[in-house]
């Protein structure tokens, strides 16, 4: 991480149209100083920044993320960046990558199966096709592939099958499932009868 140890940073994943708050800490960079964070997300869309409040302690910067701003986030992968900028010194404090995670409530259209599970859906689907003997292009996500032998075919097949596999153990951001990693509040409950 670059200069700055910091409390917080955006969120490894969060749903569209939540509100996200993180905090900042530099002591070496203070607001008395006259620094000031910003931290910049980008996805698909235009960037967004995002200006840091210095802290009631004067140590660093809070950050939040607005429901609205976060719900004009498009879903997939954002890369962020957390500068630091004093006149026209620039300090990178931290980067990284979240995930936006679709608001189920909210999107049009809506497919729960993770990237790899689709791809072996689509290759399932064109199975028999290979199996009679034929070629067969399959399009997932927009990318498009053609079969042209049974062996290529079986190849790809093979290679989605173990991509689930990984993508389950690896636990994807907005798909639950993986053990280990923390998904909202999971809740039990027991029913009695009187």
């Not at 994943?13 to 931290?39: C, F, I, K, N």
């Not at 950050?63 to 609205?68: D, R």
């Not at 053609?146 to 075919?153: A, K, N, W």
Request: hydrophobic share 40%.
């Amino acid at each position: 991480m670059g200069c700055c140890s910091h409390t917080g940073s955006p969120p490894s994943s969060w749903v569209q149209g939540t509100s996200v708050a993180w905090t900042l800490l530099s002591p070496d960079h203070r607001p008395a100083e006259g620094w000031s964070a910003s931290t910049v997300l980008r996805g698909t869309g235009a960037p967004l920044t995002i200006a840091g409040v210095p802290t009631a302690a004067g140590d660093g910067w809070d950050f939040l993320l607005t429901s609205t701003q976060s719900a004009a986030l498009a879903a997939g992968p954002v890369t962020w960046q957390q500068m630091l900028t004093r006149v026209e010194e620039v300090v990178l404090a931290s980067s990284g990558r979240s995930t936006v995670c679709p608001n189920i409530a909210t999107a049009g259209t809506w497919n729960p199966l993770t990237p790899a599970e689709r791809w072996l859906e689509a290759l399932l689907a064109i199975g028999p096709t290979m199996l009679a003997g034929g070629r067969s292009l399959m399009t997932v996500d927009g990318m498009t592939s053609q079969f042209r032998s049974l062996d290529e075919y079986n190849r790809s097949l093979k290679a989605a099958r173990q991509a689930v596999i990984d993508e389950k153990a690896a636990g994807g951001a907005c798909f639950p499932g993986a053990p280990g990693k923390a998904r909202g509040n999971r809740i039990l409950a027991r029913f009695t009868s009187p």
